[in-house]
Structures are given as structure tokens and as C-alpha cells.
């Protein structure tokens, strides 16, 4: 295992890469336990709202470990149908039930050596908090279909949103999984508590590449009224926020009318044009929002046929985006076939990549 200066070096290197973002009294605490955590074979509970980055600090913790270059498997919980989870976990053998046309590895074995990440684990149903149990305490999955145990030797790393003490009152959640996943807590605080990392979050969002070579400038007016909304989306509703900036206000300063309507994305463009305080906007998202500001809907031709695709493409990206990945979880969200939502992904050329599991 490293030494403690190496595991030092790797935490600053990560720091480097804004993997945990800010510089808030929270943030400097938590990658103090990021370390902490990373130098033990401990489980750790990751717990806050939802959007506070409980992923990032996983990925975080296992790149600050001695696993960091075995994998790294994230799984949620919550977006595994019921029928299926224990196959996903586990495994299965070639011919355990109908459909099982091939044996699978499942999460537990692919993880081997490295670390499982389980989100949303307040969502696991309570027969498989059973098996995901034994599998902590014995260091053993056994497939659908086995009689043979494999030995396992992985880094769980659980999260959830929920207060899991109140799951365990409500009969929800068992009470000695989680007295076995929260040896080593990690609690994110919401943005609205760590506001001051707010500046930096932003700059670190412009980096991303959402204006290429020519991002918007956030004024220091802008920042302070960043600063003062309560963010109930939380990190990635600002993630999101500066992404409509940077499609917005390319390369232009955002300053207090700017942000009136960045804060009210459901207005759109044409309402901030439309508003008493004239709003500098890009000549092409004034060409687009001045006319319906003005005029009848239709005014000019639409084609139906391309505007209902598109928000077919759309609602089958955010069905994806919703059940992390999982495309049979999507096509129910939507009631469709999964053979069907695949063909209509294909068609609309939705990148695999967005699909983490059948």
C-alpha cells in the first residue's frame, strides 16, 4: 500500500483535476476524509441531497486509494428494475431463467479488486439488503443458477439522498446494513451552505469546453447574485446554469440582466427580450426570440414532422438521463417496448455511450 505522502500527492493531484471542487471549511473537510477513507478498506456512506457531486467523491475516493488502477463500477440502485437487480449484482449462469442465453458477470465480480460505487442504495429492495449483506460479510457472490461461491474482494462505497435512520424506523431499510455501510460517513452539504465555493464552480464549469475557445465572463455583480440564490437543484443545477450561459452569452460579459433570465430558464429567451429591461442576447437567439415575442405562433411555416422528432429525441434522452443509463428502465418510463426504444435510439443517433445496461 502507499505511503501516507503518496496518498497526500494523489489527493492534491485530484484537487488539481477539480474533482472536489472549492476551497468552503465543507469542502476542505471532506477531501480530509477523502484521504482519510482512501487509506483503509473501510465502507463508506456517502449521504446528501440530491446534485451535491456523491458520485464525484466516490470516483474521488477510489482515485486517492491503492485500487485506483483497478475498476471503477458505479451502479444505481434506484434505476435497476426490481426483476433484475440481483442478476445486475451478482451474476448469472447460462439457462437460470428464461432469457439467461449466456452466463453474466455481474457488478460485484466486474468490481473485483477495485471499487463498487451503489447510489440511491435507500432504494434497494429489503430481499436484496439480505444478499448485499451476506456479500459484505462474507466476501462471496454466488450467480443465478450456481451452486459455487466466487470470492470478491471490493471497496463499497454506498450513497443515498434519503435519511436512512428514518427508512430503518419506517421498516424500509435494514438496520444492521446500515450500521455495516456507515463505518466511515461522508456528508455533502448543500451549494446553498458553501456558497462561497460558488466563484470557483463557476470557473470550473466554464472549463469544461461548453464555449469552446470563447466563454461568457461572469461580472462580479453576476457572482454575487449566484451567490445569494438558494439552489435547490444544488451543484448541478448550477452545472446547468452556466451550460445556458455559455450557449447564451458566448464570449459576452453576463451581468444582472443576464442573469434574470439564466435564473428563469422556463421564461426562455423570448420572455427575457420581451422584458421592460432590455437584455443584450446574441444575434441569433434574438432572431429566434424576438418574432414570437411579437407575433402569432404561426406566423411563419413549422415543420411538424422535424419538431415532433426532436422532442421525441429529447424526451428519450431524459428518460435515459433519469434511470441512470438503463435502457429497459427508460423504455418503461415511457411505455415502450425496450426493442422499439432501441430502434428510435439508433434512429435518432443517441450515443451507446448514454446506455449503461440493457
Known amino acids: 500500500m502507499e505511503n501516507g505522502a503518496n496518498y497526500m ?12 471542487v472549492g476551497n468552503s471549511t465543507a469542502i476542505r473537510e471532506i477531501r480530509g476524509l477523502v484521504r482519510f477513507a482512501a487509506e483503509t478498506r473501510a465502507s463508506v456512506l456517502i449521504t446528501g441531497p440530491s446534485g451535491t457531486g456523491k458520485e464525484l467523491v466516490a470516483h474521488a475516493l477510489h482515485r486517492a486509494s491503492s485500487r485506483a488502477a483497478s475498476p471503477f463500477i458505479a451502479v444505481n440502485s434506484g434505476a435497476i428494475p426490481r426483476e433484475l ?9 447460462k439457462g437460470s431463467f428464461t432469457g439467461a442465453m449466456a452466463r453474466r458477470i455481474g457488478h460485484f465480480e466486474a468490481a473485483n479488486t477495485g471499487t463498487l460505487f451503489l447510489d440511491e442504495i435507500g432504494e434497494m429492495p ?59 460517513p461522508i456528508e455533502l452539504p448543500a451549494l446553498a451552505d458553501r456558497v462561497e465555493d460558488v ?11 461548453f464555449a469552446s475557445d470563447n466563454p461568457p465572463v461572469f461580472t462580479d455583480e453576476a457572482l454575487a447574485i449566484l451567490m445569494a440564490h438558494d439552489w435547490p437543484g444544488n451543484v448541478r443545477e448550477l452545472k446547468n446554469l452556466v451550460e445556458r450561459a455559455a450557449v447564451f452569452f458566448q464570449g459576452m460579459d453576463v451581468g444582472r440582466d443576464q442573469m434574470a433570465m439564466l435564473l428563469r ?7 427575457a427580450v420581451a422584458a421592460p429591461v432590455a437584455v443584450e442576447l446574441p444575434e441569433n437567439v434574438v432572431a429566434l426570440a424576438a418574432p414570437m415575442a411579437a407575433t402569432p405562433r404561426f406566423a411563419r411555416p413549422m415543420d411538424l414532422r422535424e419538431h415532433l422528432q426532436n422532442e ?8 435515459l438521463e433519469s434511470t441512470g443509463g438503463v435502457v429497459s428502465a427508460a423504455a418503461r418510463l415511457v411505455m415502450l417496448q425496450r426493442t422499439t426504444f432501441v430502434e428510435k435510439m439508433k434512429r435518432y443517433q443517441i450515443g451507446r455511450e448514454m446506455a449503461l445496461s440493457a
Open 265 to 271: 430558464p422556463a421564461r426562455s429567451a423570448r420572455a
Open 9 to 20: 500527492e494523489t489527493l492534491d493531484a485530484l484537487a488539481m483535476a477539480d474533482m472536489i
Open 199 to 209: 466563484p470557483m464552480l463557476v470557473q470550473h464549469f466554464l472549463s469544461r469546453g
Open 126 to 184: 429489503l430481499d436484496m439488503q439480505v444478499r448485499l449483506l451476506r456479500v459484505l460479510e462474507d466476501h462471496k457472490v454466488r450467480r443465478i443458477g450456481s451452486n459455487d461461491d466466487v470470492n470478491v474482494d471490493v471497496r463499497l462505497i454506498a450513497a443515498t439522498h434519503q435519511c436512512l435512520e428514518s427508512a430503518i424506523a419506517e421498516g424500509r431499510f435494514r438496520a444492521d446494513l446500515f450500521y455495516r455501510l456507515n463505518v466511515l
Open 85 to 93: 437487480i440481483e442478476s445486475e449484482l451478482f451474476g448469472h449462469e
Open 312 to 319: 421525441e429525441k429529447r424526451v428519450l434522452i431524459e428518460a
